[in-house]
């Protein structure tokens, strides 16, 4: 008896984990989509691809869950399904999208940042030129002459 129920948790640890793998690849797809939009400056879909990764951040958690639940069902059974060579392969399969997601996200955060610190910058640079544009308005100078002689 004990073998059928470790049979049987052991396709439906690989039926979860197969979900689980497909999810993981279209979230890479997604990350990697939001990379190019991050890159090239796409920001007018930016906001649906962030509000789409927060779900799949709340896919996560219900993951996770669903792991955790078939694992505290029976600790002893969930082990020895658990060691399965497809169920193995499948783990280490969503181990290295995960990996490759997280490179992502690095990759996207670093993008995020450097834009946003060039746009402190060019914020900075503006206000700088607001002062001064502010001082020659408001100067009883004649304007200056250029080289050209122009003004």
Do not use: W
């Not at 400056?41 to 896919?59: A, G, N, P, Y």
């Not at 993951?63 to 169920?87: G, Q, R, T, Y």
């Amino acid at each position: 008896m004990e073998f059928n129920q470790i049979t049987q948790l052991e396709r439906e640890l690989i039926f979860v984990l197969k979900e689980e793998y497909s999810f993981y690849q279209s979230l890479y797809i997604l990350l990697d989509k939001q990379k190019d939009m991050v890159k090239y400056e796409k920001d007018e879909k930016l906001i649906d691809l962030f509000t789409e990764i927060e779900r799949c951040h709340q896919r996560i958690q219900q993951s996770e869950e669903k792991i955790a639940a078939m694992k505290d069902k029976n600790p002893k059974l969930f082990h020895i399904a658990s060691a399965a060579p497809e169920v193995k392969k499948l783990v280490n399969s969503i181990i290295t999208m995960v990996k490759k997601g997280i490179v992502l996200v690095r990759d996207n955060e670093e993008y995020l940042r450097s834009r946003h610190d060039r746009l402190k910058s060019e914020l900075k640079d503006l206000k700088n030129s607001h002062k001064i544009l502010q001082y020659l308005r408001d100067s009883n100078h004649p304007a200056p002459q250029f080289v050209d002689g122009k003004g």
